[in-house]
């Protein structure tokens, strides 16, 4: 029976006595996204991310043009908002950045991340000045939709290469790079836009859409960033920053 022994061992080890491998996938990652969730890995802070949200508090936002949070919640590590709230906006302004974040939309819902906001009363709202990456529910949205409509796209201006945002009520994440003048818009890992502001292309674009009425829109070189109420809920978590040197 000893000469067994470590036979029968190997044995269990092999076979009865692994845990469900499955399972234990499945709760290490349940333990590493509760571990990174709105926060910064070691690697992230040497290499200049900030966090914009601290998954506690709405500290370093606050409501458009007031001195405060109205509406908006902290929920489960997501700063989220029920509809009917209005926008939010950074304290912060930025230039060059690159700028990451996870969100999800409500079924029919609508949202959207504007950059290069000026926070200003000539201008009631952000969309009057800050381009748009749009959020939507691209499948059960109640009323038709373009195609500059559709999440991922330059709103109103440029449609995304491909549709790749996740069912409404799943998280996607999202990335929006700007650097002098360029943007990129990337949407599950997949780059759905890229364009060049301020120049005589992007003139062309924007004098063909509404917002050619909009003597603002897009000009500044330096805004805040807003997380738009559209009237529906949406979620946001994971937002940090890194500033770009052009």
Not at 62 to 73: A, N, P
């Amino acid at each position: 029976m000893k000469n067994l022994t470590p036979f029968l061992l190997v044995l269990c080890v092999l076979f009865s006595c692994q845990p469900d491998k499955d399972d234990d996938s499945e709760n290490t990652q349940t333990l590493l996204g509760e571990i990174q969730m709105n926060a910064l890995t070691d690697t992230e802070k040497t290499a200049g991310w900030q966090l914009l949200f601290d998954g506690k508090t709405t500290d370093g936002w606050h409501s458009y043009l007031k001195d405060s949070v109205s509406g908006w919640t902290v929920k489960d590590g997501t700063l989220t908002t029920p509809g009917g709230n209005g926008d939010l906006v950074s304290d912060a302004t930025f230039d060059n950045f690159e700028l990451a974040i996870e969100w999800k939309v409500e079924p029919q819902g609508n949202s959207g991340i504007f950059f290069g906001v000026t926070e200003d009363p000539q201008y009631p709202t952000t969309y009057e000045t800050g381009p748009e990456f749009q959020i939507i529910d691209d499948v059960n949205y109640p009323d038709p939709l373009d195609d500059t409509q559709k999440s991922g796209a330059n709103y109103a201006l440029q449609a995304p290469s491909e549709l790749a945002a996740k069912p409404a009520g799943e998280f996607n994440t999202t990335t929006i790079i700007v650097n002098n003048g360029h943007v990129e818009h990337w949407l599950n890992g997949k780059n759905v836009v890229s364009y060049e502001l301020w120049t005589p292309e992007w003139e062309a674009m924007v004098a063909e859409t509404k917002f050619a009425n909009m003597p603002g829109y897009g000009k500044d070189k330096k805004g805040h960033i807003a997380l738009q109420d559209h009237g529906d809920g949406v979620s946001f978590r994971n937002i940090k920053i890194k500033t770009l040197t052009p």
